[in-house]
């Protein structure tokens, strides 16, 4: 019986296992079966393509930007956090991070 259940235990994992790797990069529907769905024109359907194609370009470019900008934000708290560390020392830096810490504002949980 136990050899029965684990082999089933197996084999329910790798089954999903394999259709999570099969619909790895699957976001949404593909844009052929949504074409043949509206059941468009060819010319349609081609400027459907293109357009969601445009709009997939452009929001990778957004997600571009957005970690671009991430990166330079951090690079600046990193350049800020070296400066007072040279200018402190590490123990008023140590005290300097707790003060900061005490009086930040709290933050709110559902921004409404």
Do not use: C
């Amino acid at each position: 019986m136990k050899t029965v259940l684990t082999a089933l235990i197996i084999t329910a994992f790798l089954v999903g296992t394999a259709n999570a790797d099969q619909n790895k990069h699957k976001h949404g529907q593909n844009i052929d079966q949504v074409v043949s769905s509206l059941q468009l024109e060819s010319a349609t359907a081609i400027n459907l393509k293109s357009l969601m194609q445009s709009h997939r370009d452009e929001r990778q470019a957004l997600r571009q930007k957005v970690k671009k900008d991430r990166e330079q934000r951090q690079a600046l708290r990193k350049q800020h956090r070296q400066s007072l560390l040279k200018l402190l020392g590490y123990e008023k830096m140590y005290e300097f991070e707790e003060m900061m810490r005490e009086n930040r504002p709290k933050r709110r949980k559902n921004k409404q």
